[in-house]
């Protein structure tokens, strides 16, 4: 399991070291890797860990899907919004395992979207062999 | 499998209590559980099953792929609205399993999304042990 | 691993019979299959392979994702709408294999979605046995 303490509202932070630390615990030689995060506000994703496309992840979302549109959902609570961006990026991302680590090409890094922070957060890691 | 007749042409139902029985009959303790919709126009997300949110859901869907705004594949058949939204959704989830139950959070449910309905669909559960 | 050389700068691929091969090479009879693309301006998803449909997910990223759209990233590389975009389709999908082929449903075909080409592409392909 890894812990996260985001620190602000919408944040994206790249988690790769501490998959790659769960697996090699794990001894998994050759198969797949599930990262999955265990809240409904939060995403996660693969993609570059580049500080200004960081960033224009949190604004894409902020237009696709505003805050405070009239959500239903925020008649009861305030955080339609994170909800509904948790849908469209995803919880989970699996990956291959070759020789006890994560298949990952040039630029790819694994990355955790905080959509309703700061707040603690944990992200299942569970290694299968083929 | 599991079998549902959805009753609306857009809808989202829970179908966790469905995974975990097929999970049940599995017999797998610790690995990891697929859960796959078989068709083009469905998809499964994981977040909260709260009544007011799953109508967000839709809305959503409905704001950011409009059905009928001109789509070339509404010339042979009239729902590529709701191709494109099972592509933005995605057609399957993946949940860990530890002692022969899904790992959940809190607010996790497994939601089934119709956007073509109502239909008799069919969604694919399969549990691999670690 | 399956080797894709794009030809437009956008443009989506059936890969599904060259998912197929790879899978036969395996001899997994019983299991799932990680079909995972290890760039991160392409996605993989599952849907129909019909022509007006493969060019109406294009024109969708288009309207979603438009380029040029004041991204950060840009400023550094001017791609930042492929990678934003594949951020939402995703990088992978999990398959069920039974009886040594792939589980689809009639209409569904493995499409790798290309938003930064033409270049030289390859998806890894891992199947595990349950």
Same mark, same amino acid.
């Given at each position: ?24 615990? #794990? ?11 265990? /809240? ?32 239903? /959902? ?8 994170? /909800? ?20 990952l090409g040039t630029w790819q890094r694994i990355l955790f979207i905080e959509q309703d922070g700061p707040r603690h957060r944990r992200v299942y890691v569970k290694a299968i #062999?083929?």
């Open positions: 399991m890894i812990e996260i303490d985001s620190r602000k509202q919408t944040e994206v932070t790249d988690i790769t070291s501490s998959v790659e630390r769960e697996l090699a615990s #794990s001894n998994v030689q050759s198969g797949i890797c599930l990262i999955y995060t265990l /809240h409904t506000t939060t995403g996660i994703t693969i993609n570059e860990a580049e500080g200004d496309l960081m960033q224009d992840i949190v604004r894409l979302l902020d237009t696709i899907v505003p805050a405070g549109a009239g959500y239903r /959902h925020d008649r009861s609570d305030g955080n339609a919004h994170a /909800h509904l961006r948790a849908v469209l990026i995803g919880n989970s991302a699996v990956i291959p395992i070759e020789r006890g680590t994560l298949v #062999s083929d």
